[in-house]
């Protein structure tokens, strides 16, 4: 447990974290270090701000959350859903905004109909599972790959996929289309629970700060 006078937090490297950092800012917390573009460092602190902030690929954000070695993270909730770490998801910041769905070609909207038993190809297979056992009880194989998820339809290896749907163009560009909407994604702010409780008072601040920006 981080109980240390530094709020921690692990943000997910690249825009997301970019994003993040304007949002502090504007609420006062600011890391003149991380603005540096070409540097490779992975810790920042602001000693004066007694700030500190871990860059972390999105999938191992809600990880140092629940371990309590940052109080605070951000990243997508498709990665808070598929990791399925305890933690508090206390904000919805608004941007990273895009949709999990089921695709595919539009022969397959029969299969799904019908609740035949299906092969799912997806980045997310606890979603994908979640979704097709709890939410529709239909009885699917999912077959988990890393990206460029589109190909699985397209080259035989699944009849639909789960994954995210930002422009469509993917899709569009691939002769595949949005059969089914999971749910809404964007960018999530989540707390150690425990952080939440020993550090309240600091961190309900800034969520309030947070809040009145968005
Ligand atoms: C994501 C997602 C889709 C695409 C959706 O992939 O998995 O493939 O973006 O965006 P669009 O609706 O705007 O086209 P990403 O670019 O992260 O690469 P990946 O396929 O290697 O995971």
């Avoid at 309590?68 to 993270?73: S, T, Y």
């Avoid at 194989?141 to 290896?157: A, R, T, W």
């Avoid at 993917?170 to 409780?197: D, F, H, K, W, Y």
Wanted: hydrophobic share 40%; charged share 30%; net charge neutral.
């Amino acid at each position: 447990m981080n109980e240390d006078k530094y709020l921690t937090f692990a943000l997910t490297k690249g825009r997301l974290a970019e994003k993040t950092m304007e949002l502090l800012e504007n609420a006062g917390i600011v890391c003149r270090e991380m603005e540096d573009k070409k540097s490779r460092k992975l810790i920042f602190v602001n000693e004066e701000q007694k700030v500190r902030f871990f860059l972390a690929k999105g999938p191992d954000v809600p990880t140092y959350v629940e371990y309590g070695v940052a109080d605070i993270g951000v990243t997508g909730r498709d990665t808070i859903l598929e990791e399925g770490r305890r933690a508090f998801e206390v904000l919805d910041l608004g941007f990273g905004k895009c949709r999990m769905c089921v695709c595919g070609p539009s022969s397959a909207k029969e299969l799904l109909l019908h609740h035949e038993r299906i092969r799912v190809a997806s980045k997310y297979p606890n979603i994908a599972r979640d979704y097709f056992h709890n939410k529709k009880f239909q009885t699917v194989d999912i077959i988990k790959l890393n990206g460029s998820v589109e190909l699985g339809p397209i080259v035989g290896l699944s009849d639909v996929i789960v994954d995210i749907v930002e422009t469509g163009s993917t899709l569009r560009e691939n002769g595949l289309e949005v059969l089914e909407e999971i749910c809404p994604l964007s960018a999530r702010m989540i707390v150690n629970q425990v952080s939440m409780r020993l550090k309240n008072e600091r961190i309900r601040e800034l969520i309030h700060s947070l809040e009145g920006q968005l």
